[in-house]
C-alpha cells in the first residue's frame, strides 16, 4: 500500500520508520514545509515510554548518542535554594536536531520511503464514502498546485495542523497561556555542575520558572516559562528576547545568569504553548492522525514527543498484517479505542500542572513537571 505521511517531524519519521518494517507498505512519502536543514528547535526529554518504542522502532540503535541521561530533578526558588528534589527513572535529553537527523536517516534507510522538503499541503479531495472506508482521502494537494495520490494518509503536521482541520473542522486548539522562551547555552561549565539533574527554577508568586538541563557536548538547553497574560514579549527578535530575559530574571540564581549570558538570543525562539481539548476520533476512513495533530499537549507533561513515538508504534502493530484500505481503516478505529483515553489523561495532567504553575509555589515545593 502507498502511505502519504504529512509533516517529517517526530511523528511523521517515527511512522515512516514504522511502515518500513511491515510487508505489506510498499511505498512511504513524507511532505514536510521546510527546507532541508532549515532550524528545528531546541531539544526535548525521551522518556521511558518514548525510549522504550524507540527502542521497538529501531532496535539496532543506539538513541543515548543522540543526547544526555538525566536521573535526578531540583526544584529551586529564584534564589536557588532547594525547595525539593526527586529521582527520576532515567530520560534522555536530545537535541531536536541531532535527534530528527537521526530519525530521518532510520526513516529513509530501507529505501522504501522518500522525503520531499520545502513542500506544504494545502488541501485534500475525498472520493464519496464507499462503505468500506467511509468518507476517503484520495489525494493531498501541495501548494505548487500538484496533487499527490496515495492509499493510506497519516497527519502528522504538529499542533497546527492542517490535515486534522480538513479532517475536524470544529477542532480548535486552546488559547496560550503560558509561553516559553526556549534557548540553548554554551556553557560547558553549567553543564557540568548539572550533571545528571533536571533544574527548575521558581517565583514564589507562581506563574514565572526557568528550567535548564544539559544536553551533551557542554550545551544547556534551558527554557523561561511565564504567564502570558502577566509578562508580554511583542518583540521576538534575539535582541528584545536577550532585553526581556535579563529584566526579568534579575537577581535570580548564578546558573540562571550564568545561562543567560553564554547564550546566543538570535537562535532563541517564543514558543507559545497550547493543547487540544481530546478529539472524539483520531481517524476518518482511510486517514488517520498522530502526534501533536492528535493530541496537542502542554510542555509541562513532556510528553509531546514521546506521545508522538508511541502512537507510531501502536499504530504499526495494528497494521501489521492488514493489507487494504478497508482493513486499514479497521485498525485506525482500533488506535483511536486504544490512544484516546492516554490523550485525554495528558491533556487533564497538562491542566492540572498548569494551575498549580499560575500559583504560588505551594509550601509542599513546586509540581514535578513530567508525566510518566
Ligand atoms: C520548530 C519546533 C520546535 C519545538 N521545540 C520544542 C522544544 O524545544 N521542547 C519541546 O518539548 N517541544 C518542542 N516542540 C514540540 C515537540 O517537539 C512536539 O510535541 C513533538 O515533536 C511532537 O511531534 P510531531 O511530529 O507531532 O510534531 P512536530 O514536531 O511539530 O512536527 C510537525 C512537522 O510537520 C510539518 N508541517 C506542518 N504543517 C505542514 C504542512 N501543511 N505540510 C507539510 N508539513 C507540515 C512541520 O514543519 C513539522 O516538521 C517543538 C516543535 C517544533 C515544530
Redesign the pocket.
Known sequence: MRSII????????AMTTALGALPHFSESTI????PTDA???????LMPNGLSALRELAPTIDWSDAGHWIERASLRAADGSILCEHALEPALCVS?TRFLSQLRTTALGGGRARILEG????QRTTLPADGACGDRVQSVMLETGEALDGELFFG????????RKMLFPKAELSDAAIHEI?SIADAPELARELGTTFRKYHDPRGGLAVGMLAEGHGRV?W?VQMDAARYRVSDTSGSSLAAFVDATLDGWAADVIEALSTTDFHQS?L?KTRDLPPLSALHLGNAVL????AH??L?FT?Q??N??LVDAVVLARLLRDVRTAGGASEAFAEYTRLRRPNHRRLFLEGRRLRAAFLAPVASSGPALPLVA
Do not use: K, N, Y
Not at 511532505?31 to 521546510?34: A, D
Not at 532550524?39 to 526529554?45: E, I, R, V
Open positions: 504529512i509533516g517529517g517531524g517526530v511523528a511523521g519519521l511532505l514536510e514545509r521546510r532550524p528545528s528547535g531546541m531539544g526535548f526529554l531536536r513542500t506544504r499541503v494545502t502528522c503536521d504538529g499542533a497546527q495542523s492542517r490535515f526556549v538547553v527554557f525562539h514558543w498522530l502526534g501533536d495533530a496537542a499537549c510542555p513532556s509531546g514527543a506521545s508522538a
